[in-house]
């Protein structure tokens, strides 16, 4: 891999690899570390990729398993959501509402929900990136659809 | 939800000094990995669940542990009702099932725990979580649930983020109590109904992957409600689950009663819930034994029967979860 192609990479994916981490430390600081350790992990090993699609996939993994030893190896002070949310809110698209309601979920949940809808990974590939059974997956996302209903109506959930 | 999702989430983006240092990274090829392991302020953590009940063999039992009293006798009254029982399962299988008195007093090897951390600097404090890990052979994801009943999973206690800067609380592995049901009446069970008196804990029904859809959501046809005194991490008014199902495939294959039942089992378990919690915080040298509940279990069949059972939960004060069904009844035909 190309320095250009590293910047590419790093575009093409910062954000979605900070969400991921986001979903699950719910702390800007956190999940700019956890992203950065991963492109710095990409960034080691970019002799060994063959196109973007595989240098996409990686690093959705890596990033996972980043959080994962993340979470292992700190215990952490949460840090106050609306520090985390304060640009967002300018967004006319942003909802506070889904925003806390999904926050209120456990951390593994919200990965899930997070990889579910917002990168669009089927169970299968939930299940194999988090490195838990499919029936896991699903019952993770169930729990978090019915939390999460709780929290907004059934409309705000099957619209 | 998909498209609010991501409307949401796509507004928050990294700091763009988080990118640029990202970006130079390819000029500084030696830089060592950020660790990811800075120690803040010492705070427990953990989403998810869960104390839930494990049967075990007596023999199993670690040392000096002590069974609690539980006193209440079993009776059953029911005659033409189908009728059920609770079988606390050992992970080896075993079981130890009175079927003659319809009784268990099975101490379980689910064990909640608390470690004191006040006064502890962030390094102890990590050295003892990592002591933890090593000693429980703790899995990757340290799931709680529903997943590895057969391994053994420790799981830190929290809810969402709440910060525990008194004590590492955790549970040691997780099962549940089966309903063992006639080979017929499984067949026509129509909605399941639990509840629990201990509004620091709360109940939720399992069963099996055959129940879900490819989506995760459970399928038409099954009323499965878990009316839980107890608080939860969930803001549910009156403080009910309204349909809380979780995945059973963590039921052993080789299980006698899913060999005699196909896929059609039921579980119940038992959930530690915030209040608890916040208590052991509170206190880390929390008396456990002071830990109790009762669950009254209703099955309720296609005919309008319904069958019911209670069991009664209790734990020592080393915080092994013990449980004893208290009264097996048949109520009423609805019809």
């Given at each position: 891999m190309l320095e250009n192609e590293y910047i590419e990479a790093v575009k093409r994916n910062s954000q979605r690899l900070f969400l991921i981490a986001f979903s699950y430390t719910q702390s800007r600081s956190d999940a700019e570390d956890i992203m950065q350790n991963t492109f710095l992990k990409l960034w080691k090993h970019?002799?060994?990729?063959?196109?973007k699609k595989h240098i996409d996939k990686w690093l959705t993994r890596v990033c996972v398993n980043e959080c994962k030893d993340f979470h292992r190896l700190a215990f952490r002070k949460s840090v106050p959501l609306e520090e985390a949310c304060e640009t967002a809110?300018?967004?006319?698209?942003?909802?506070m509402d889904l925003f806390n309601a999904v926050s209120s979920l456990g951390k593994k949940e919200r990965m899930a929900v997070h990889l579910f809808y917002?990168?669009?990974?089927s169970i299968k590939d939930i299940s194999q990136i988090m490195k838990i059974k499919e029936s896991s997956v699903k019952s993770m996302l169930h729990r978090s659809r019915e939390k999460l209903k709780s929290k907004l109506g059934d409309e705000y959930i099957y619209e | 939800m998909n498209k609010k999702y991501k409307q949401t989430f796509s507004a928050i983006y990294p700091s763009d000094k988080a990118i640029e240092r990202v970006m130079e990274m390819t000029k500084e090829k030696?830089?060592?990995?950020?660790?990811?392991?800075?120690?803040?302020?010492m705070a427990v953590a953990i989403a998810c669940l869960a104390v839930f009940v494990t049967g075990v063999l007596a023999?199993?039992?670690?040392?000096?542990?002590q069974t609690p009293a539980l006193t209440s006798e079993s009776s059953i009254s029911g005659k033409t009702a189908p009728g059920f029982a609770i079988i606390a399962y050992?992970?080896?299988?075993k079981t130890k099932f009175d079927k003659k008195n319809y009784e268990i007093k099975t101490p379980l090897k689910s064990k909640i725990g608390a470690v004191d951390i006040r006064g502890k600097s962030n390094k102890e404090t990590d050295a003892i979580v990592k002591e933890l890990y090593r000693k429980y052979n703790l899995?990757?994801?340290?799931?709680?649930?529903?997943?590895?009943?057969?391994k053994n999973v420790l799981t830190f206690l929290d809810?969402?983020?709440?910060?525990?800067?008194?004590a590492i609380i955790y549970q040691y592995r997780n099962g549940f109590f089966d309903l063992d049901l006639p080979e017929e009446a499984v067949k026509t069970v129509k909605e399941i109904r639990v509840k629990n008196t201990n509004r620091d804990a709360y109940v939720l029904i399992t069963t099996l992957d055959?129940?879900?859809?490819p989506d995760g959501t459970l399928k038409e046809n099954y009323k499965m409600y878990a009316k839980s005194t107890g608080r939860t991490n969930i803001d549910f008014e009156n403080d009910e689950i309204p349909y809380a199902v979780l995945s059973g495939?963590?039921?052993?294959?080789?299980?006698a009663l899913e060999k005699k039942h196909g896929k059609r089992m039921f579980g119940i378990s038992w959930v530690i819930g915030n209040g608890l919690i916040e208590k052991i915080n509170q206190d880390?040298?929390?008396?456990?034994?002071q830990i109790s509940d009762k669950l009254t279990i209703e099955v309720e069949f296609e005919d309008g029967n319904v069958s019911q059972s209670v069991v009664k939960i209790a734990t020592d004060k080393e915080g092994y979860i013990f449980a004893k069904p208290e009264a097996f009844e048949y109520i009423a035909n609805k019809n």
């Open positions: 970019r002799e060994e990729f063959a196109d809110e300018s967004d006319k698209h942003f909802d917002y990168e669009d990974m | 030696d830089k060592k990995s950020k660790k990811a392991n800075r120690i803040s302020t023999g199993n039992v670690p040392k000096g542990n050992a992970d080896d299988t899995t990757d994801w340290d799931f709680p649930c529903y997943e590895s009943e057969d809810t969402n983020n709440t910060i525990y800067d008194n055959a129940y879900y859809n495939e963590s039921y052993k294959k080789d299980r880390p040298n929390y008396d456990f034994s």
